[in-house]
C-alpha cells in the first residue's frame, strides 16, 4: 500500500508524463494565480481537491487481524487536479492542451512508481479519468483563485490507497475465561471465499482443456462433499466436477478441466464452490470468480485457398466445439474476420480480398500469425512453457496474396 508520500509522488508522475507532450519538457505545479504566459512552462497542473473514495470506505469493516489485533482501515483518496495552459496565443494554447488531453487518454493508468511511495506495490491500478465541468463549477472554481480564466480541463486520479504506519497495538492473548478457567466454545469460522485462480503454465491468462487449476481462497476446508460449479456467461451451461479429499485443503483446491472437449465451451466461466446435496447442514456458498476457458488450434498447417476470384477461405480446426449463440471471430496479424461459420469440428472463414486486406509473410511486422477470440477468451499464440521461443510457428497463416 501507499504511504504519506503517494500524493506529491502522484502528482509528480503526471507531470512527469506531461512533459513528454512539450518541447521542452518542463511542467509547473503552481496555483494558477502564479503562472503567466511569457514563462518557459506552459503547462500547468494544480491539485484543487482531495476527496475520498466512497467505495473503497466501505469496504474495511471493523475485524481483526491475523492474531486478533485490530486493523485500522486504509484511507483511500480520490485525486482532482486541473490542468491548464499558460500561452497567451489561444490557438497555441488549444494544440498544447490537445496534445495532453489525448496523452492520458491513451495512457489512462499511471505505472512505474518508485518504491519510496508504496504505490508500486499498490494491488488497484490509479486510474486517470476526464472529470467534466459544467460552466458554473468552473466559473465558481477560477473565482477561487482570482485569476483571469484560462483553457483548462479537470482529471481525477484514483484510487490511491494510503495505509497508516503506525503499529497495530498486540495485547496479550487470553489464557482463560471466566473465575474457574471455564466457558463456552465461542471459535467463530468466517465463510469461504474465493480470490482467485492460478493456472498451471505461468505466462497464461486462462486454463485449456486437460490442464489443472488451483483455486485460490481462505476457509475451503468447510466442505464435506465439495463441488466447483462452472457456468458459462453467454450460454448458462453448468459442468460439475468434483473434487477428492486430496487435492483440496483450507487455501487451495486443485481441479482438472476434463479430457471431454465436448463438455466444454471456450468462454468466461463463472466458477463458485459448495457442499454436495445429499449434506444435510451444507457450507455456505463461496463468492463467483471468473475463470476463461482458451480455445485452442489443434492444425498444424493453415493454409489459405481461393474459393473464386475475389474470395479466399480459411479452415482451423479447434477445440473445444464451438456452439450456436457463441461469438466467434478469427484473427490474422491485425485482422478480425467476424465472419464464421462452424464446420464439424473447425472454424471457416471467408473474405473478398479487395475489401479486406491481410498483410503476407513477408513484412516481418505484421506477420500473420492467426488467433481465435470466442465469447471473450483468446487462443495462445505462444507456448506458455517455451517463452523464449517466442510466437507458434506453426499458428503463420499460408498462401496469402
Not at 459448495?274 to 470468480?289: F, K, L, R, W, Y
Not at 510466437?391 to 498462401?399: E, R, Y
Request: charged share 20%; proline share 7%.
Amino acid at each position: 500500500m501507499s504511504t504519506s508520500s503517494a500524493i506529491r509522488a502522484v502528482t509528480e508522475k503526471l507531470a512527469h508524463l506531461l512533459s513528454q507532450v512539450l518541447s521542452n519538457g518542463i511542467i509547473s505545479t503552481k496555483t494558477p494565480d502564479n503562472i503567466d504566459g511569457e514563462n518557459q512552462n506552459p503547462l500547468n497542473i494544480f491539485l484543487y481537491h482531495i476527496a475520498v473514495n466512497g467505495t473503497w470506505r466501505n469496504q474495511d469493516l471493523p475485524v481483526s487481524g491475523q492474531r486478533g489485533q485490530p486493523r485500522r482501515p486504509l484511507l483511500a483518496l480520490n485525486l482532482y487536479y486541473l490542468v491548464s495552459v499558460a500561452e497567451e496565443k489561444q490557438l497555441d494554447a488549444y494544440d498544447i492542451l490537445g496534445r495532453a488531453m489525448l496523452f492520458l487518454h491513451e495512457q489512462p493508468v499511471l505505472t512505474g512508481f518508485d518504491y519510496a511511495s508504496g504505490i508500486r506495490n499498490q494491488r488497484d491500478p490509479i486510474r486517470v479519468t476526464l472529470q467534466p465541468l459544467n460552466l458554473d463549477e468552473l466559473t465558481k472554481l477560477w473565482s477561487g483563485f482570482q485569476t483571469p480564466y484560462r483553457t483548462s480541463v479537470a482529471y481525477e486520479v484514483g484510487t490511491v490507497l494510503i495505509e497508516s504506519v503506525t503499529p497495530d497495538p498486540a495485547p496479550l492473548p487470553v489464557l482463560s475465561r471466566g473465575e474457574d478457567g471455564t466457558g463456552w466454545n465461542t471459535a467463530i469460522r468466517f465463510p469461504p471465499l474465493l480470490t482467485g485462480a492460478r493456472f498451471q503454465n505461468r505466462n497464461q491468462y486462462g486454463a485449456r482443456i486437460g490442464e489443472t487449476v488451483t483455486l485460490i481462497g481462505e476457509n475451503l476446508g468447510v466442505y464435506q462433499k465439495m463441488k466447483v460449479i462452472f457456468q458459462h456467461q453467454q450460454l448458462n451451461k453448468q459442468d460439475i466436477v468434483d473434487i477428492d479429499a486430496e487435492t483440496k485443503n483450507d487455501r487451495e483446491i486443485v481441479i482438472k478441466i476434463s479430457e471431454l472437449p465436448e463438455k466444454w465451451r471456450a468462454g468466461v466461466y463463472l466458477v463458485h464452490v459448495q457442499d454436495g446435496p445429499e449434506i444435510i447442514v451444507p457450507a455456505m456458498s463461496t463468492n463467483q470468480i471468473p475463470i476463461a476457458l482458451l480455445p485452442e488450434i489443434t492444425g498444424t498447417e493453415l493454409t489459405v485457398r481461393d474459393v473464386d476470384q475475389n474470395h479466399l477461405r480459411l479452415e482451423i480446426p479447434c477445440r473445444p466445439p464451438v456452439k450456436d449463440g457463441q461469438r466467434v471471430q478469427i484473427i490474422i496479424g491485425s485482422v478480425e474476420l467476424k465472419n464464421v461459420i462452424f464446420d464439424q469440428d473447425k472454424l471457416v472463414a471467408e473474405w473478398n480480398q479487395k475489401q479486406i486486406k491481410i498483410p503476407p509473410a513477408d513484412k516481418p511486422d505484421e506477420l500473420p500469425y492467426a488467433r481465435l477470440r470466442i465469447d471473450g477468451a483468446e487462443s495462445l499464440i505462444y507456448d506458455p512453457t517455451k517463452l523464449e521461443n517466442g510466437f507458434n510457428t506453426t499458428l503463420l497463416v499460408k498462401g496469402l496474396p
